[in-house]
T-cell receptor, first 113, second 113 residues
Framework: EAQVTQNPRYLITVTGKKLTVTCSQNMNHEYMSWYRQDPGLGLRQIYYSMNVEVTDKGDVPEGYKVSRKEKRNFPLILESPSPNQTSLYFC????????????FGQGTRLTVV | LAKTTQPISMDSYEGQEVNITCSHN???????ITWYQQFPSQGPRFIIQGYKTKVTNEVASLFIPADRKSSTLSLPRVSLSDTAVYYC??????????????FGSGTQLTVLP
């Protein structure tokens, strides 16, 4: 089954404790991206990757890091989480071409206290 | 990337046809128009995509006038389960900019019994 898998689904952590949210896709997609969603602000893009070893900032990259060492994985790293990074996070993947259909993961609800 | 404007919210009743219009005045020649649906706490899901005129699939139709400065998503005979946020995206599917998949605020559709 074609899917994008995020882990964990829920996470509560403390300020300053480094964490990683994993994202994996099994569709051999070149493009992957991370979003955060907050009430009233919609989906905002954090980082995206056009291919292995190619990443670029989205609209709200501050406080986040990503890496793309292999095509299927695109982890989101919070080196020193802060309460303002409490949010619902989504990972997405897509293939190039005419159809821009993107596939999204189930979401990770992160709470930083 | 072309900016999009949608109504913030719409209400409808079960069984009615719902039309959601998106304005994209500065759409570029290579841009496609894509609509996504999002249920609470779930990732967005692709609904339909088009370039011009009319596109229809099993769940929706997309109407695009000749000037392509707007588009209308049409949902036939909505049910309570169609209550969701609907996003209109505009981008070049062949170029790098499409991969940013920038989401606007979306339209909250509420279907009433």
């Amino acid at each position: 089954e074609a899917q994008v898998t995020q882990n964990p689904r829920y996470l509560i952590t403390v300020t300053g404790k480094k964490l990683t949210v994993t994202c994996s896709q099994n569709m051999n997609h070149e493009y992957m991206s991370w979003y955060r969603q907050d009430p009233g602000l919609g989906l905002r893009q954090i980082y995206y990757s056009m291919n292995v070893e190619v990443t670029d900032k989205g609209d709200v990259p501050e406080g986040y890091k990503v890496s793309r060492k292999e095509k299927r994985n695109f982890p989101l790293i919070l080196e020193s989480p802060s309460p303002n990074q409490t949010s619902l996070y989504f990972c997405a993947s897509a293939s190039p071409g005419v159809n821009t259909e993107a596939f999204f993961g189930q979401g990770t609800r992160l709470t930083v206290v | 990337l072309a900016k999009t404007t949608q109504p913030i919210s719409m209400d409808s009743y079960e069984g009615q046809e719902v039309n959601i219009t998106c304005s994209h005045n500065n759409i570029a020649t290579n841009d496609y128009i894509t609509w996504y649906q999002q249920f609470p706490s779930q990732g967005p899901r692709f609904i339909i995509q088009g370039y011009k005129t009319k596109v229809t699939n099993e769940v929706a139709s997309l109407f695009i006038p000749a000037d392509r400065k707007s588009s209308t998503l049409s949902l036939p005979r909505v049910s309570l389960s169609d209550t969701a946020v609907y996003y209109c995206l505009v981008g070049d599917t062949h170029g790098g900019s499409a991969r940013q998949l920038t989401f606007g605020s979306g339209t909250q559709l509420t279907v009433l019994p």
